[in-house]
DNA sequence: TACGATGTTGACGCGCTGTCAGCTTTTCGC
DNA sequence: GCGAAAAGCTGACAGCGCGTCAACATCGTA
């Protein structure tokens, strides 16, 4: 049984234009089935992942919540982990346009790139549908973690951010992947921090991070150099 | 069948003292039996999970490179996921020393204690024989991450370090929460590609993170007061 | 030596995995 | 519209991993 009309709202916002852009977007019955079943199960993953965890939840668990055959679901994913893929993807595609804008609005301003990048990035960690933030919110020991080709490809539009920043205030000695990567092992690890209540205050944590990246380079670079 | 006869000296090197510990150190046929088996079981744990990956693996591959029986793995561990625990466990607390030692041989100099915690981490992620180093070399997407109350304490320990120098240098408007959740995220981030080798130079690493911690927390302390 | 205690064994029932032959629905040429 | 062919949904199936447990083997003790 196809699930054209059981879709949800949510997933149709959320899924419904990504899927279309994989394939072609006519509007033939078959074609529609289909974006609607992928979005069903992307759904039921999502809802599913958040209750039981990664490791916990199964391919039985996640077709079970929808009204297709199991077998189905192979039609549309190889595994959960896919499923997560996707999901997860779907959160960094998201996210990319807001990176975007801080760069834009900041002009030549590394200050208020990093600041505004920072905050972005937490208040999209705290309140956007991520599938990141629903995992960490739960409260066990173990978590998963995905480097995927989408995930690779913001990571390098950071740092070719950063770079142009770095070259502009000539800072020379500063080893652009190792900046990257401390700014992304900050983001990360204050985002965990923000998502389990240790800390509260967003726009503080994000000015926290912010200049800590700042003056970390400076100091880097002023010690290389010597 | 029990395993003594099978040991071999890298598993009994690494966690028959610490099974020891747990447990009386009676010298008792039954006791021996129960550390080899033991250890047994965590060797097998390390290459298995180094062969296939965690989400790869399972109690049965764990049990069948060892010569116990399948029920026997459930009068040690609970699943796959404790005798992980238990691995990274034994990381954390072969690392813990060095963390000491770095902050005895420091004194009160901030950025020497820096310099060599950061150092004695990458050196220690990259020669010893840390699960995590096994599994973060795998070209896979999914990674596991685990906050075990191990992995706990050690960050407060390291908490503890960070707020005794932060209050020696007077940063009282650096929120030590917000700082050593930087440290440590720079750290896994920078580790990460030393194990990927997208980074090759520990000691530039090491020296890197160092002086990024030390201006940042300065910047913050300034633009704080501000 | 004999007996209770402790620990090991492997078969079992259950549930999940991925597949595939059969069936239903859609598409398309006429 | 109609009918055949294509597309894709369905659920049963074989294979395997899971955790359990009754039967068995080994150890400690008197």
Redesign the pocket.
Known sequence: ??V?RTMKSTSDILYKDRAESLEGN?S???????LA?RAAILEAGRQIFAELGYEG????????R???????????F???EEVFHALHDDGVARFKPLLRAARENAGQDFQAFMITAFEAYFNFLLNDQTIDREMAAMPEWTRVRFDTPESLALFDELKGDIVAFATEFKLDHVDPELLTASCVGIAQEIGDRLLRGRIKDIQAAARFAAYFVLGGSQRVQSEMQA
């Open positions: 049984m196809q054209l006519q033939g019955k078959r074609e529609q089935t289909k079943n939840t199964t391919v039985r668990d996640i077709i079970r929808t009204e297709l055959a199991s077998g189905t679901f192979y039609n549309y190889k595994s959960k």
